[in-house]
């Protein structure tokens, strides 16, 4: 059965009153810059909750006007509820695995004595909290396999309380009295004596946990810590901090022999790193004990920031990196500490592909997985010669996209998961002995008509010349009139490739709503490498990325796939600055724009939580040149009046520590007061206890989704059909 077309509902529209204030005015490089909404930065301010509520009451008694809204949250559920199944990987004795039974708030933890035996719920996060929304953040085991390790995020914040439980039947729920306080942006990496863990922290933020999460203050001086079982957090050991460079971010690995700790520093979010590597067994010496007990000495082996590296495995002194250094689209090198002058050595040279995945099992059995034009190929070699070996490659269908892989040195499986825009994949086991493969796993979908369904990646050129990929997911039956709901969807940084994924969210709209998803692999990611592609939509060339997600409109459009009336943009956090820029420079090229937990005030951006990172992409607003380049793209700062913009609408969630929410409310109070008398609404909603994205349950997921495409529906007139 299918209804008729909604009628799109025609402005002007009555929107909350937000207090101006005038008196705010800043000389920024010679501009003078008001911020007449700069009150709204305090969260906790009775007035800025006041907006936050009325901005709410205002986008719900909107979206609730859409017939077809109960419908969707109906199919959409229908989708959601499949049984969700993570790679099993092996710890100890023991493997485990997470499984979602469907509708769970959050995933829970399995363990099992072998791959055949009877499975037990080992861990599950929806006993901690009646709403779902505390969530497991990181964990990490014990080499034994005795110990387990988790970081809990309660809300969506960033900031995690890190817990410890033996893994034996019938222990304690807490083997620790009091957990980790004020961890953050953190791994929980083991040394193999089970007696402790590194770990990154901050200082106290100087709030009370119960609001940890909500602050805005700038996360600062990090520390890598190592904590010894058993004692206190006061005890614990400062590894490394730089108070010299308070921005700087650590991190630490234990070797795969357990004699070396690698410990690696980023300045921001770039990817390049200086690597040090600490010899426990010198630290041992040195200390007369064998533990650590004091910061150690270290290996400097990259002292400057002159590539990306990541640990790769080591046998003795011997080490294998994956790195950016002379190959933009990596390679891999190793370095003996023996022999410090040799330096880097190639082991696999650079691809016309490029390097996205590594991973060691079965002692020197290397798996190298590719993005070759954003689909997946697994490549294996011999990690000593490099040499290619027999076959060549990992079982993965054409055009799939591997989610996550499991497998260490010790074992001789490896267990891989892959996926499709329409098919939720399969789990697939690869014997390394046999170097036989075998489908572990299948997902099924209930109410998935996947017959219905095509995806197609053509290749659009931008305003430059540049030759940009894009995938384009529809029904079978999709006629090109120009006149389907259309959503496009992009990112564009941080050298983060957007590769195809499951979403029942994206499904519901083309099955129900007989929409149109493209998805714009845009510069700025890491989909053709560091010098092609991220290199190309940063800093001083920020504009190509929102050139090419204009460009990849007009081709949409052009080929009639859809029209301006009938198209809407989408993206998250980088994202939604992405859908900011483009609303702001063309905005008569759409007609609606979803910006979610969107970076959206350039000149500040750098002030709150983690912000300062991001100068790697955008740049510092402190500097007149970089200055100069965000005055021509930041969205609060690029608002007009008496401009048509296309409906608007701004998501965030009140626990986002990482794109504070003072961006979107900044953003939707100006353009609100700028357009008053804008046809099309400009809204905002705003989730409570929901951070960046992670840690949402379910239910969460589910209302978010239900209600974005309730707007959608309604300002491109959207239509259903069962």
Same mark, same amino acid.
């Given at each position: ?57 205002? @986008? ?80 990490? @085991? ?5 110990? @387990? ?559 974005? @495409? ?13």
């Amino acid at each position: 059965m299918t209804s008729p077309a909604l009628d799109v509902p025609q402005g002007p529209f009555t929107y909350p009153n937000a207090r101006k204030d005038e008196s705010v005015v800043e000389n920024l490089h010679g501009y003078d810059v008001p911020d007449p909404y700069r009150w709204l930065e305090d969260p906790d301010s009775p007035e800025t909750q006041e907006f936050v509520e009325a901005q709410n009451k205002t @986008f719900f008694q909107f979206i609730e006007k859409n017939p077809y809204r109960e419908q969707f949250k109906e199919k959409l559920t229908n989708l959601w509820n499949y049984e969700k199944f993570g790679c099993p990987f092996k710890r100890g004795d023991n493997y485990y695995y997470f499984h979602n039974s469907g509708l769970q708030p959050q995933s829970v933890l399995y363990q099992q004595s072998s791959l055949e035996a009877e499975a037990k719920p080992f861990f599950d996060p929806n006993a901690l909290s009646e709403d779902g929304t505390v969530s497991l953040n990181t964990y990490g @085991f014990s080499k034994s396999g005795r110990f @387990f390790a988790y970081g809990l995020s309660a809300s969506g914040s960033d900031w995690v309380t890190i817990h410890v439980r033996e893994t034996r039947e019938g222990a304690a729920a807490e083997y620790e009295g009091t957990p980790i306080q004020w961890a953050k942006f953190t791994g929980i990496h083991w040394t193999h004596d089970d007696k402790g863990f590194f770990y990154t922290r901050f200082p106290n933020p100087g709030t009370t946990s119960d609001k940890a999460g909500t602050e805005t203050d700038s996360n600062k001086n990090a520390m890598l810590c190592y904590h010894r079982l058993g004692t206190s957090q006061d005890e614990d050991i400062v590894i490394h901090k730089d108070p010299e460079n308070p921005e700087h971010l650590f991190s630490a690995q234990v070797s795969d022999d357990g004699k070396y700790v690698i410990i690696s520093t980023t300045r921001s979010c770039d990817p390049e790193v200086k690597i040090y590597i600490v010899e426990l067994e010198k630290e041992f010496a040195r200390n007369g004990k064998n533990e650590i007990t004091q910061a150690p000495e270290v290996l400097k082996i990259v002292d400057d920031f002159i590539a990306e590296f990541s640990y790769v495995t080591n046998e003795g002194p011997v080490f294998w990196f994956e790195t950016a250094l002379q190959a933009p689209k990596r390679r891999i090198v190793k370095y003996d500490l023996t022999k410090p002058k040799d330096g880097f050595v190639e082991v696999i040279p650079e691809s016309e592909d490029v390097l996205a995945l590594n991973n060691v099992v079965d002692g020197d059995k290397l798996v190298l997985v590719y993005l070759h034009d954003v689909k997946h190929v697994a490549r294996l070699y011999d990690l000593r010669t490099g040499a290619p070996l027999t076959p060549k490659e990992l079982p993965l269908p054409l055009g799939s996209i591997i989610g996550s892989m499991a497998g260490r040195k010790e074992d001789t499986e490896v267990f891989y998961s892959f996926s499709s825009f329409t098919t939720p994949g399969s789990i697939i086991r690869f014997d390394f002995k046999s170097m036989q493969h075998s489908v572990y796993r299948e997902a099924k979908v209930n109410g998935l008509k996947a017959d219905l369904l095509q995806t197609k990646q053509v290749f659009f050129t931008s305003k430059d010349g540049t030759r940009v990929p894009m995938y384009i997911i529809s029904r079978n039956d999709t006629v090109l009139d120009g006149n389907n709901p259309t959503m496009l969807y992009g990112y564009g940084g941080f050298d983060i490739s957007i590769t195809p994924s499951f979403a029942v969210t994206w499904l519901t709209f083309i099955q129900h709503m007989k929409g149109v998803v493209a998805v714009a692999n845009i510069r700025g990611g890491g989909e053709y490498g560091q010098e092609q592609w991220y290199d190309q939509g940063k800093l001083g060339k920020k504009q190509n990325v929102f050139d090419d997600f204009q460009y990849a409109a007009k081709w949409l459009i052009e080929n009639n796939y859809t029209s301006s009336k009938k198209l809407a943009i989408n993206g998250g956090s980088n994202g939604g600055l992405l859908v900011g820029a483009c609303v702001t420079q063309a905005p008569e090229l759409f007609a609606a724009g979803v910006a979610e937990v969107g970076v959206l005030d350039m000149y500040r951006f750098h002030k709150f939580t983690i912000g300062h990172a991001w100068t790697s992409d955008y740049g510092n607003p402190d500097t007149k040149e970089d200055f100069e380049v965000l005055r021509k793209y930041s969205p609060l700062h690029n608002v007009r009046p008496n401009t048509r913009y296309p409906a608007i609408l701004i998501m965030t969630g009140d626990h986002d520590d990482r794109v504070v929410p003072l961006h979107s409310h900044k953003f939707v109070a100006t353009l609100q007061y700028h357009a008053k008398a804008n046809p099309s609404p400009i809204m905002e909603r705003v989730e409570t206890k929901a951070g960046h994205g992670a840690g949402k349950s379910t239910k969460q997921r589910i209302e978010e989704a239900t209600d974005k @495409f309730s707007f959608l529906g309604l300002v491109l007139g959207a239509g259903w059909t069962n």
